[in-house]
T-cell receptor, first 111, second 112 residues
Framework: GEDVEQSLFLSVREGDSSVINCTYT??????LYWYKQEPGAGLQLLTY?????DMKQDQRLTVLLNKKDKHLSLRIADTQTGDSAIYFC???????????FGSGTRLQVQP | DGGITQSPKYLFRKEGQNVTLSCEQN?????MYWYRQDPGQGLRLIYY???????QKGDIAEGYSVSREKKESFPLTVTSAQKNPTAFYLC???????????FGQGTRLTVV
């Protein structure tokens, strides 16, 4: 079955870059997503990448996809204290509209 | 404004009671989903519905039930058969041409 894995915690200093990593197992994934969750709130879509792309950049966010290794990363440039949150990687694989989520990475930004 | 509304934000349930969580969307989306979130475990799919009057079990459906009588609404009932219902519940929806799922703000259910 499908599985999505992330490391649980990342701490960076304000102004540094953050890199959050994710691995997935299902090779039929069509889209891969990054969502952000602030305390007590729902999930907010940050960005997504189609599985035939290698990279997508959107302002401070850069997504890299290594399809061979089934590895997805999210780089946040110039990380700010407001970026402190839990970041979820998710995949949507062929034949299923519901997303499969990783366990989330808690990003802590130190001033 | 278009969006997904979950209510209530906080819900307390006594052991042995059934409770129903509300989810309404005005995005004209066909598909709706319920997820459960526990600390450190990410989101797990409970039930989903792709069209009105149809729904399928997700990965952890035991102890839950749903209905989809209207396109806009997808209520989730947490029954007394659910052994560990304390969690954060998230509802989401997506359209045919949408690649993303839109989420509500969640309901935190606590058994007292």
């Amino acid at each position: 079955g499908e599985d999505v894995e992330q490391s649980l915690f990342l701490s960076v200093r304000e102004g540094d870059s953050s890199v959050i990593n994710c691995t997935y197992t299902d090779s039929s994934s069509t889209y891969l997503y990054w969502y952000k969750q602030e305390p007590g709130a729902g999930l907010q879509l940050l960005t997504y990448i189609f599985s035939n792309m290698d990279m997508k950049q959107d302002q401070r966010l850069t997504v890299l996809l290594n399809k061979k290794d089934k590895h997805l990363s999210l780089r946040i440039a110039d990380t700010q204290t407001g970026d402190s949150a839990i970041y979820f990687c998710a995949e949507r694989y062929r034949g299923r509209r519901a997303l499969t989520f990783g366990s989330g990475t808690r990003l802590q930004v130190q001033p | 404004d278009g969006g997904i509304t979950q209510s209530p934000k906080y819900l307390f349930r006594k052991e042995g009671q059934n409770v129903t969580l509300s989810c309404e969307q005005n995005l004209n989306h066909d598909a709706m989903y319920w997820y459960r979130q526990d600390p450190g475990q990410g989101l797990r799919l409970i039930y989903y519905s792709q069209i009105v009057n149809d729904f399928q079990k997700g990965d952890i459906a035991e102890g839950y039930s749903v209905s989809r009588e209207k396109k806009e609404s997808f209520p989730l009932t947490v029954t007394s058969a659910q052994k560990n219902p304390t969690a954060f519940y998230l509802c989401a929806s997506s359209g045919d041409r949408d690649t993303e799922a839109f989420f509500g703000q969640g309901t935190r259910l606590t058994v007292v």
